[in-house]
């Protein structure tokens, strides 16, 4: 996508304070000195059976980006490639009441949709939210001396390729589709509250891709402490079973060159953190001196509690990532 963008004309608007070139999660557009609009779209193939839920992982995916800048959903509207004909009409029903569902949870409305027939079921939310144009997160505020957190766990390209391949018991199943089901809205607040500097959603270019971008737009380094990331249960097992998705590979070429692993580091541990994930958690750079009350705050919450990395000067490396 980033050759595909590089020659594309960018707009240019003294109301437009992050557009597509920054690599942000999200568009935000001053509507006046006190209010701005947060703008994103996000939709894709099933990747759970059930239809329901299908719809409450795709709505929650889009709703983070917007929770990501620090911003709050108003609306949404519903984007459906259905291949009529080929399967009952009551699979996009459930698709778009799980969807619904998940909207209303974060407190947005759905305004309506668009939807055409197409050979491969796709569904996906365009969100609209509001934001103070002086509290914008983006993913380039990190700076020297922050450290990291990381509000899910880790894993679910992997667990979602091992599910399509019957390799999953239903104990699992249940846990990752609550967790990508999950919204972002709880750390949101919480990263508001303690003075985060910057911050990004964990999607398609996993752990370490979205790590680089946001890395790369602040003019920084990261150290990412394996140890202390959060993973799913048998995620790391699974990678070595070799249920790693074809997207892994594709962020791994990415960052070749780019990133230094301790030789030591496991191989399957460095799977997941290449592995594209859906609806992932919020990636937070904040003051070090913060630390402590978020993560309490954060364990308050049953989420993720730990540092995971922290901001370095610029090195030779974007990413180094330590056993220890």
């Known amino acids: 996508m980033a050759e595909a963008l590089?020659?594309?004309?960018?707009?240019?608007?003294?109301?437009?304070?992050?557009?597509?070139?920054?690599?942000?999660d999200a568009g935000v557009y001053r509507l006046n000195d006190s209010l701005a609009l947060v703008q994103t779209v996000?939709?894709?193939?099933?990747?759970?059976?059930?239809?329901?839920?299908?719809g409450q992982i795709a709505a929650a995916n889009a709703l983070s980006d917007v929770y990501a800048m620090g911003g709050t959903p108003l609306t949404a509207l519903n984007i459906v490639g259905f291949p009529a004909g080929k399967m009952p009409q009551s699979?996009?029903?459930?698709?778009?009441?799980?969807?619904?569902?998940?909207?209303?949870?974060?407190?947005?409305?759905?305004?309506g949709g668009h939807s055409i027939k197409d050979n491969e079921l796709k569904y996906g939310v365009a969100v609209t939210g509001v934001i103070d144009p002086d509290k914008v997160i983006t993913n380039g505020g990190a700076k020297v001396g922050d450290v990291l957190f990381l509000t899910k766990r880790l894993g679910t390209g992997i667990i979602t390729t091992g599910i399509k391949r019957n390799a999953v018991g239903p104990d699992l199943v249940k846990l990752v589709v609550e967790q990508m089901a999950a919204l972002n809205r709880t750390a949101a607040e919480l990263m508001i509250q303690h003075g985060a500097h910057a911050a990004t959603d964990i999607t398609g270019y996993g752990l370490l891709g979205h790590a680089f971008e946001m890395a790369e737009a602040s003019g920084v380094s990261f150290e990412i402490l394996a140890g202390a990331l959060p993973v799913l249960p048998e995620a790391i097992?699974?990678?070595?079973?070799?249920?790693?998705?074809?997207?892994?590979n594709d962020n791994r070429a990415f960052?070749?060159?780019?990133?230094?692993?301790?030789?030591?580091?496991?191989?399957?541990?460095?799977?997941v953190l290449y592995d594209p994930q859906t609806s992932g958690g919020l990636f937070i750079a904040l003051p070090a001196e913060k630390a402590d009350a978020l993560?309490?705050?954060?364990?308050?919450?049953?989420?993720?509690?730990?540092?995971v990395g922290r901001v370095v000067k610029k090195g030779d490396f974007t990413l180094s990532v330590k056993t220890n």
């Open 6 to 24: 590089k020659d594309l004309p960018q707009s240019v608007h003294p109301a437009l304070l992050v557009g597509f070139n920054k690599a942000d």
């Open 91 to 111: 699979v996009l029903t459930d698709i778009l009441r799980g969807g619904n569902d998940k909207i209303e949870e974060a407190g947005a409305v759905v305004v």
């Open 295 to 307: 993560s309490a705050a954060l364990e308050a919450n049953d989420l993720p509690s730990k540092v």
């Open 255 to 271: 960052l070749e060159g780019r990133v230094k692993i301790d030789s030591g580091l496991d191989k399957n541990l460095e799977h």
């Open 42 to 54: 996000d939709f894709f193939p099933p990747i759970v059976d059930d239809p329901y839920f299908f």
């Open 237 to 248: 097992e699974l990678a070595g079973q070799g249920m790693n998705p074809g997207g892994a």
